[in-house]
């Protein structure tokens, strides 16, 4: 569905202008530029006031701070990972392959995005 033809029906459904933003913002998580389609991934999204609160965690990433919710994860629902715009895509995965290796998770595919860096 359309993302205007899904808005319309939140128009003429006679929303609050609070309940038309928490259906905004819901509906912006799951947009994706059509570049990106091929990934073909899968997004969870949680919107604070509108779920459930879970805890929120932070880490450095070097450069900013990030949140993140900690969500379990059975290992054997990765099958790919698409690892792309990256200067150095080989040692992205090497580090990667590493972590799982440890981890025993060997059924593990890798993909390099055909998105060009920069």
């Known amino acids: 569905m359309a993302a205007q033809e899904l ?3 939140y128009l003429t459904a006679g ?3 609070s309940e038309l933003e928490a259906a905004i913002r819901a509906l912006s998580v799951s947009l994706k530029k059509p570049v990106f389609s091929a990934e073909n991934e899968w997004r969870i999204t949680w919107l604070r006031g509108v779920d459930a609160e879970l805890p929120i965690a932070l880490r450095n990433d070097g450069t900013e701070v990030i949140s ?23 040692r992205t995965v090497e580090s990667i392959w590493a972590y799982l290796e440890r ?7 890798f993909e390099e995005c055909e998105i060009p860096y920069r």
């Open 7 to 9: 808005m319309g029906r």
């Open 68 to 90: 993140y919710v900690e969500m379990p994860l059975p290992l054997r629902a990765i099958k790919t990972i698409v690892v792309g715009t990256k200067r150095d895509v080989r």
């Open 15 to 17: 929303l609050t202008a």
């Open 103 to 109: 981890l025993g998770v060997l059924h593990v595919q």
